[in-house]
């Protein structure tokens, strides 16, 4: 199910939270674990024992290693234990058929694909309990005693699909004792209306600009309509992301936890250095605790540094899907990343409006490695982007995207906490236009799933 | 926190409230099954099935359901469309909004397989049938006949040099063939007179002045006498296919003209009817549904006593743009058996029983890249 649907806002959200809200605070986490269920299984049925089985070896493996605390070895094996267990599940749904893609490619064979379905957020809930059994073991927390407590944190149905990757430690001590007061549930439902409308309303929006150029197909568009569907999936990628963010941490809050915040404002970066601090941040933070410093982060030979920062961004590249294309769009950055390292930051840093282009226009490309999958689509689109390809097709999308387009981009910036703090905070202004925002969402999402079967009456 | 008014959480009453007693108003009303803004049946509530479950389709069909259902949608539809008009949108749902109150499907691409699979089903059956004189018609789209009306920019797809290759390979097994974008053209640029327009605003089929010019064409081809016809009607406040989609909430109604023909008898599929038009349907929302009573496997129209001497015959394949072109067919022909292969499959039969003078194929661009019936031609 996701957060976005008439399902999700008129039955199963308010089944959740009245039934939440009616159990005693003991059994809170058991209902909590069980509605996560409910909520995973409506999409994806298949798929729970996996996760059950995911956060039952981890709870196990934590809570062995806190036993044999004194024993080196034992927690070193136990470690590896919950990691190959964590990174086969992924590697195995998530990545089998890329490799058997790349070997039958290499060597001329001819293994044939399996039949997989990737099982609903298994990249996020993997990266939780990663998380938990890494810090356990560096004795960052105490391991979990409580089962149902451990289980109701890694299938919490508000971030399990979509992330944020909320660590256990952020949220061990809400997982034993909670307060739920009326005001940050009010808090919680207004950024869940937020989020809900970052998704419906300007994602969905701009985003059908991205698809039909898509189904024009790349080499029929002008340079003109290039440039604006790579904006068009800019925003559409922003909000979308961010928008379910801003939705599960809404959610979070109601329940009565606290999730760290994903993204901030990435677009009004200066540099990419920036842009990462600001975009998937704890992605971002996943792979810097767990890997880049691991490695030896910044305290080690240049060379080696290098060699870090290129690591971490192959994995974040991987991550984003099982191909080619996200490694390269990982590289990318990883370029840009190691170039400002090594001189520009502080130019970027200094500049006003030149670093803005700068950031605009990497990121930008950079969609465009993400967006297509496929490499030969791929160049002929940047040819396209890079090109002078003549038409006038873009003024029909102008026309009709205009102001989606710009009510995007004043939307990524500060401009609604600039204004909300101008007007103090007030109370009945900021809860009217979340009532609007919850209005028109709810008309967006009623109307966007009608299928035109007209045809089969005529 | 004990000292806040409760006039602080107004905005959290009210959200739960909406919530609440929305999501239980919605589960204790029934819905509808048929919209008549959408002009079509709202998906019921699918029935339980453990294969269903475990491949996702069960849980799927509740979330369609509960959409389709919803309370008050027509009211949720009308506000996202008048959003979208504040928004400076020029589309809705696939259908964008040109000038003078037209509306036009969006077509990016088309079934290229598909087409030449009906393509070469056609070309079999004449290669099956070398005696008779066989015409093929593609009706181009409003958006291509009428692209002046377009927005500027809309990169539908050209069917014109689509239809143009089409007809090359059927001119080559023998197969006349009657381009129509001309014929069609010449009334679009005519003054905004209701009922001179070649297609309707709101819909997708043209109107029965446009099948007219076809006709006219068509029998100009063929050389037979072609007089327009006299006794028209109209009906108005026709919201066609189009509105059904894009749900505009300041739409233009179409007006609806029609033509008296006189005929001896018409039957459907052996069942005799009442005329050729349904008279019931203009009252009803699909108003198009009265040419030639909808889509039916066999039509026959017998109009005998036009020729003195023989007895004319013809047969005509078409999808529902030929519900409104018909008509005009038994003013020279005596007898015009008219078939759907959505509807009808025994082909074969059809042609062994039958001596038809003329057999003519009339489908719109849009049925001719998508439909699969046309595979009952092959034999």
Known sequence: MVFSSVMFLFRFMPAAFALYYLTPRRFKNAMLFALSLVFYSWGEVRFFPIMLISATVDYFVGRAIEKKRGDKRACKGLLAISLAFSLGSLLFFKYTNFFIDNINLLLNADIPNIALTLPLGISFYTFQTMSYTLDVYRGKIKAEKNYINFAAYVAMFPQLIAGPIVRYSDISREMKSRVINIRQIQSGAMLFIMGLGSKVLIANNVGELWTQVEQIGFDNISTALAWLSILAFSLQIYFDFSGYSLMAIGLGKMLGFDFPQNFHYPYISKSVTEFWRRWHITLGSFFREYVYIPLGGNRVFKPRQYLNIFIVWFLTGFWHGASWNFVLWGLYFCLFLCIEKSFLLKYLESSKILSHIYLLFIVAVSWALFAITDFSRLGVFLKTMFGAVNGDDWMYYLRNYAASLVLGIALSTPLLRVISEKLKDNYAVKSAFAAVVLFLSVAYLVDSTYNPFLYFRF | ?379
């Open chain 2, 1 to 379: 926190m004990k000292s806040k008014k409760w006039t602080s959480y107004i905005f959290l009453i009210l959200f739960a409230s909406f919530i609440f007693g929305y999501s239980l108003a919605d589960c204790l009303i029934p819905g509808r099954e048929y919209s008549e803004l959408e002009n079509r049946y709202l998906a019921a509530m699918p029935s339980f099935t453990v294969s269903g479950l475990f491949n996702n389709t069960y849980t799927l069909k509740i979330e369609e359901h509960t959409n389709d259902r919803f309370l008050l949608r027509d009211m949720w539809i009308t506000v996202k469309s008048i959003s979208e008009t504040a928004l400076l949108k020029i589309e809705n749902n696939n259908i964008v909004y040109g000038k003078d109150g037209y509306m036009f499907e969006k077509r990016l691409t088309y079934d290229s397989e598909q087409l030449e699979k009906n393509t070469s089903s056609l070309l079999s059956f004449a290669e099956k049938f070398p005696g008779n004189s066989i015409t093929l018609i593609i009706v181009p789209t409003s958006d291509i006949v009428l692209s002046d009306k377009a927005p500027r920019g809309l990169r539908n797809i050209d069917q014109v040099p689509v239809i143009e290759e089409i007809y090359q390979k059927a001119q080559e097994r023998g197969i006349h063939t009657v381009g129509l974008l001309e014929p069609l053209r010449r009334y679009g640029h005519k003054p905004e007179i209701i009922g001179v327009m070649p297609f309707y605003m709101t819909d997708h089929h043209w109107t029965a002045l446009g099948a007219y010019r076809a006709y006219q064409a068509y029998a100009e081809s063929l050389g037979l006498p072609s007089e327009a016809p006299v006794y028209n009607h109209q009906v108005s406040d026709f919201y066609g296919t189009y509105y059904s989609k894009s749900k505009k909430f300041n739409a233009v109604p179409d007006t609806i003209e029609w033509f008296d023909i006189p005929v001896k008898s018409v039957t459907i599929n052996g069942e005799p009817v009442d005329g050729l038009y349904d008279h019931e349907k203009w009252g009803q929302r699909d108003k198009y549904a009265a040419f030639l009573h909808g889509n039916n496997g066999v039509t026959v129209i017998d109009s005998t006593g036009k020729q003195d001497d023989e007895r004319s015959k013809i047969l005509v394949f078409k999808d529902s743009y030929g519900n409104a072109f018909a008509p005009f067919l038994s003013a020279y022909f005596d007898e015009v058996t008219v078939i759907d292969l959505r509807y009808f499959m025994e082909v074969e039969k059809l042609m062994n029983s039958g001596d038809y003078d003329e057999i003519l194929f009339l489908y719109g661009f849009p049925a001719f890249s998508s439909e699969t019936s046309l595979v009952n031609l092959r034999l």
